[in-house]
Nanobody
């Protein structure tokens, strides 16, 4: 049973923007801290951004600070990742994650290239 479904990935030029969405199926969303991870070819999966249940605390990887923003809408069971000023090194598969219970989405590809 799929619990998290991501969308919004694609091909974008350097300097462009994308907005990823992750919709959760189930009431767990309102009680779970959420996060976005990414995995580039040949590299380990890394944490990109995390947001607490109420949205009051957000943490970011140093590589995306000032460019990415994580948001959540508990009424829509959705968490977003707004990505601005994209760079080629942001190219990766992006995954949505709920911490407890631990669920992962299937991933969405983001490619930054001219």
């Amino acid at each position: 049973q799929v619990q998290l479904v991501e969308s919004g990935g694609g091909l974008v030029q350097p300097g462009g923007s994308l907005r990823l969405s992750c919709v959760a199926a189930g009431s767990f969303f309102s009680f779970a801290a959420m996060a976005w991870y990414r995995q580039a070819p040949g590299k380990q999966r890394e944490l990109v951004a995390r947001i607490t249940v109420g949205g009051g605390v957000r943490n970011y990887a140093d590589s995306v600070k000032g460019r990415f923003a994580i948001l959540r809408d508990n009424a829509k069971n959705t968490v977003y990742l707004q990505m601005n000023s994209l760079k080629p090194e942001d190219t990766a598969v992006y995954y949505c994650n709920s911490e407890r219970p631990s669920y992962w989405g299937q991933g969405t590809q983001v490619t930054v290239s001219s």
